[in-house]
Nanobody, 121 residues
Framework: QVQLVESGGGLVQPGGSLRLSCAASGKIFSINFMGWYRQAPGKPRELVADIGGGGSTNYGSDVTGRFIISRDTATNTVYLQMTSLKPDDTDVYYC???????????????WGQGIQDTVSS
């Protein structure tokens, strides 16, 4: 009923930049937090950044100062601007949204399919 579609991943050299986008669509009444997690093979999923409806943000310690999260509440889209990328940033990045669906009584988390970002020379 709610779909998240991610775009913008790819291959970049160390020190480069990438911008991820994630658009939520479907029977959405409101969205609380939206954000990004990432996961490397064999490791747990970790928070990259998230942003509330009022603009409050949280960042993982590894990305603070290099990544910026933003959000367009009119289009239910969240963006992640990644700069000064390092090989350690190579991961699958997952978008999520904390959604109140139309007719629902509580929030539910939805996840995107994941998008690969590779930082390599």
């Amino acid at each position: 009923q709610v779909q998240l579609v991610e775009s913008g991943g790819g291959l970049v050299q160390p020190g480069g930049s990438l911008r991820l986008s994630c658009a939520a669509s479907g029977k959405i009444f409101s969205i609380n937090f939206m954000g990004w997690y990432r996961q490397a093979p064999g490791k747990p999923r970790e928070l990259v950044a998230d942003i509330g409806g009022g603009g409050s943000t949280n960042y993982g310690s590894d990305v603070t100062g290099r990544f910026i999260i933003s959000r367009d509440t009119a289009t239910n889209t969240v963006y992640l601007q990644m700069t000064s990328l390092k090989p350690d940033d190579t991961d699958v990045y997952y978008c999520y949204a904390d959604v109140m669906g139309v007719g629902d009584r509580w929030l539910k988390d939805y996840w995107g399919q994941g998008i690969q970002d590779t930082v390599s020379s």
